[in-house]
């Protein structure tokens, strides 16, 4: 049974993906292409790659133990750097190029001087996932054909429009990385970065002005991403929607890996029927049909980089 993958992004949250991209595998789905934005490009790419889940968990687990966040001295402008991480990608994915990906994969970006949605599906992928994962402000912007570029998720959370075009005649399974825990409230949303040190200097850390005003600001951008995530959701539509609880993680909180991973499959166990019932072969003739009648087009808000 045939998919195609769009992987949101949410930081740490991202590592649900590698629970989703798990239960596929297990229950038999072919992935024929993955778009991904922000954490879900960087995992999209390392499984375009041809890494197996269990890698990607075992790499998760190294990143988790020391969390170096170092800047390089030519970085642009930022709160943290992404040198471990830049080591991390570099060991996995070398000078790989799109071409050489054993799935087709995009990802995507957003350009500071035009404000477009840049697709990035050709070239060196790890300069695609360093563009994508780059959250303003916190980590440095990359620089790539001329462009400024950020993280996609600024305009398009999840990007089922991307995936569509990839490969129009199969269902876009998208994953989304916004849903809270049934409970929850958007004042459970743990602080984006964790405060080290004993809990009772911590505590009153957070008593701080300027802590509580990073709170406030990190929550008014998590409120803005989870409602165009929900609304892209019923804009574009896609034909499955697997939503792991973990809208309560802090975007660079400390996690369990292995927690994180379970929430994604047991998310991803509970739709397969109805990625079972959008994958047949009834349905695949029916978007064949629909998109001869109406193919899908490159958007004039979007771009790319490239010949």
């Known amino acids: 049974?045939?998919?195609?993958?769009?992987?949101?992004?949410?930081?740490v949250r991202g590592v649900a993906h590698i629970g989703v991209l798990r239960t596929l595998e297990a229950h038999g789905f072919t992935i024929k292409a993955i778009a991904g934005t922000s954490a879900g490009g960087l995992v999209g790419a390392v499984y375009?790659?041809?890494?197996?889940?269990?890698?990607?968990?075992?790499?998760?687990?190294?990143l988790e133990k020391s969390r170096s966040f170092d800047r390089h001295a030519d970085d642009n402008p930022s709160l943290l750097g992404l040198s471990q991480i830049t080591g991390i990608l570099t060991e996995l994915l070398a000078d790989r190029t799109f071409n050489e990906l054993k799935i087709p994969f995009a990802a995507t970006a957003v350009s500071l001087q035009?404000?477009?949605?840049?697709?990035l599906h050709k070239g060196k992928v790890i300069d695609a996932v360093l563009a994508t994962i780059a959250i303003p402000g916190v980590f440095p912007s990359q620089d790539?054909?001329?462009r400024v570029l950020v993280d996609g998720g600024v305009l398009d959370p999840v990007p089922v429009q991307v995936a569509r075009w990839m490969r129009p005649d199969l269902?876009?399974?998208?994953?989304?990385?916004?849903?809270?825990?049934?409970?929850?409230?958007?004042?459970?949303?743990?602080?984006?970065?964790?405060?080290?040190?004993?809990?009772?200097?911590?505590?009153?850390?957070?008593?701080?002005?300027?802590?509580?005003?990073?709170?406030?600001f990190s929550r008014s951008i998590e409120i803005t991403s989870k409602h165009l995530t929900e609304l892209s959701m019923q804009i574009y539509q896609p034909e499955v929607i697997i939503a792991p609880c973990v809208g309560h993680i802090g975007v660079l909180q400390s996690i369990d890996p292995g927690e994180i991973i379970q929430t994604g499959i047991e998310a991803?166990?509970?739709?397969?029927?109805?990625?079972?019932?959008?994958?047949?072969?009834?349905?695949?003739?029916?978007?064949?049909?629909?998109?001869?009648?109406?193919?899908?087009?490159?958007?004039?808000?979007?771009?790319?980089?490239g010949p």
């Not at 049974?1 to 949410?10: H, P, Q, S, V």
Request: overall charge neutral.
């Open 48 to 62: 375009a790659a041809g890494f197996s889940t269990e890698k990607m968990e075992a790499t998760v687990r190294e």
């Open 114 to 119: 035009s404000g477009k949605l840049i697709i």
């Open 171 to 216: 269902p876009v399974v998208a994953v989304m990385l916004h849903q809270l825990p049934e409970g929850c409230s958007m004042e459970d949303i743990s602080m984006p970065l964790p405060i080290p040190g004993p809990s009772s200097i911590v505590e009153r850390l957070t008593q701080l002005r300027p802590v509580q005003a990073f709170k406030i």
């Open 144 to 146: 790539i054909g001329g």
């Open 1 to 11: 049974m045939d998919i195609t993958l769009a992987l949101g992004g949410g930081g």
């Open 268 to 305: 991803t166990e509970d739709t397969l029927s109805k990625i079972e019932a959008e994958a047949n072969w009834m349905k695949k003739i029916q978007r064949r049909v629909k998109h001869r009648v109406k193919p899908i087009t490159y958007p004039d808000h979007w771009a790319e980089i």
